[in-house]
């Protein structure tokens, strides 16, 4: 297994991807991988737009150019604005003319997909999704947005874990291995329509930054499964070369051999039964 090792700034998954979803579980939270994004856009100085449905503001480490925006939903209907869903589509266009405004890369995260989900239908939140992703070939630059997805929160089986996952052009599946490793899995989907798949191991190093290895399986040189079984058989299913030429010299009863060159001629033995009359060529038939 071939490893290599990267920081989150250099990782070489983090590919050109318009829409990326981090798959977390219960096992493997995912915000240590969207804090490395943010880590990754301030090194680059890009514009950043977060999103908060689920964490505070304490759980990141802010600076002049990442924008908060907080969309927690009033189900209680407590506050005088009640209308969740058409806020998060304001926040969106607050985002989408903010992004205008700055004249480069902007990246834009969200902290849980399945709390806004909770207020928002799925067509409305695609929409908005699309109206930042496709403003690259526009207005915007560099639109980049990634999103957290709590496995447990939105079943495989539900239409928005589906839909989420076909509109997605990168998919970082988070798992924890029985042996306590935290493995990434990379999907990332290219311009021709083909999938590109990697693992990554993950990892703190002494000064707590999130580290990556790249694994990768080596040659696979295995026998044919057909050697694999006559191993594993309790009986003797092939035979030593003095039993192949033992078995080469056996002569079958049903087999003529001749000494003489035939060139080419057919020979051919009459049966006991075999009627050589020629006058009457039916007799045999009892007529």
């Known amino acids: 297994m071939e490893k290599n090792m990267c920081s989150a700034g250099n990782t070489g998954w983090r590919k050109r991807s318009d829409f990326v979803i981090i798959k977390d579980n219960i096992n493997f939270n995912g915000l240590a991988i969207l804090k490395s994004f943010i880590e990754e856009g ?14 505070e503001v304490t759980n990141f480490d802010l600076s002049p150019n990442i924008v908060i925006h ?13 209308d969740d ?37 799925l067509h409305t939140f695609c929409s908005c999704i699309r109206k930042l992703t496709t403003a690259n070939n526009k207005d915007i630059p560099v639109a980049q947005v990634v999103t957290l997805l709590h496995s447990e929160l939105l079943p495989e089986d539900s239409k928005e874990f589906k839909h989420l996952n076909y509109i997605a052009t990168t998919q970082i599946n988070l798992r924890l291995e029985p042996d306590k490793r935290t493995m990434l899995d990379l999907v990332y989907r ?18 707590k930054e999130l580290q990556y290895e790249i694994i990768k ?17 309790t009986f003797k299913l092939t035979l030593e070369e003095k039993e192949k030429e033992s078995r080469r010299q056996v002569i079958l009863p049903y087999i003529k051999t001749s000494n003489k060159e035939s060139k080419g001629r057919i020979y051919y033995e009459p049966d006991a039964n075999d009627d050589w009359d020629d006058e009457d060529p039916d007799d045999d038939l009892e007529i």
């Open 42 to 55: 301030k090194a680059r100085n890009v514009a950043i737009h977060l999103i908060l449905s689920e964490y």
């Open 70 to 82: 907080k969309y927690f939903p009033d189900p209680w209907r407590l506050l005088t604005i009640n």
């Open 85 to 121: 869903q058409k806020n998060f589509e304001l926040m969106v266009d607050n985002i989408f003319n903010q992004s205008l405004t700055s004249g480069g890369p902007v990246l834009i995260l969200i902290d849980s997909i399945a709390s806004i989900l909770n207020y928002v239908d």
């Open 190 to 207: 290219q311009l021709n329509g083909k999938f590109q798949k990697e693992t990554y191991s993950c990892q703190y190093n002494s000064t």
């Open 217 to 233: 399986d080596p040659p696979k040189n295995k026998k044919p499964e057909s050697d694999n079984i006559l191993v594993k058989t």
